[in-house]
């Protein structure tokens, strides 16, 4: 079983930056694929960012609206995911959430297994 738990959430004024953090806990080891979604009132859950595992080395894929202004990142000896969010925009408000799977290694939230709780990002115009 993999726990995670999300922080770094916060308010903050458009142009601002923020870090987000997932701690992973459980059986969880480097070769699991972990991502980043948010979902904002009314709206589905969308993807944000993934780090996932070539074999060799670790690479993340981002989606085009995030692109150039995140970056995820992860310790693996922290067992930790960040996600650092430059540029912050009023529509990057969102409950973002961490999620890991042990198989899937995609952008679709349906096919990841594990959760966190979200955290709370508002950027103010």
């Known amino acids: 079983q993999v726990q995670l738990v999300e922080s770094g959430g916060g308010l903050v004024q458009a142009g601002g930056s923020l870090r987000l953090s997932c701690a992973a806990s459980?059986?969880?080891?480097?070769?699991?694929?972990m991502a980043w979604f948010r979902q904002a009132p009314g709206k589905e859950r969308e993807f944000v960012a993934r780090?996932?595992?070539?074999?060799?080395?670790?690479?993340?894929i981002y989606a085009d609206s995030v692109k150039g202004r995140f970056t995820s990142s992860k310790d693996n000896d922290k067992n930790t995911m960040y996600l650092q969010m430059n540029s912050l925009k009023p529509e990057d408000t969102a409950v973002y959430y961490c999620a890991a799977d042990a198989h899937y290694n995609g952008s679709s939230h349906e096919n990841y297994n594990n959760w966190g709780q979200g955290t709370q990002v508002t950027v103010s115009s």
């Open positions: 780090i996932n595992w070539s074999g060799v080395a670790t690479y993340a």
């Open positions: 459980g059986y969880i080891f480097s070769g699991y694929t």
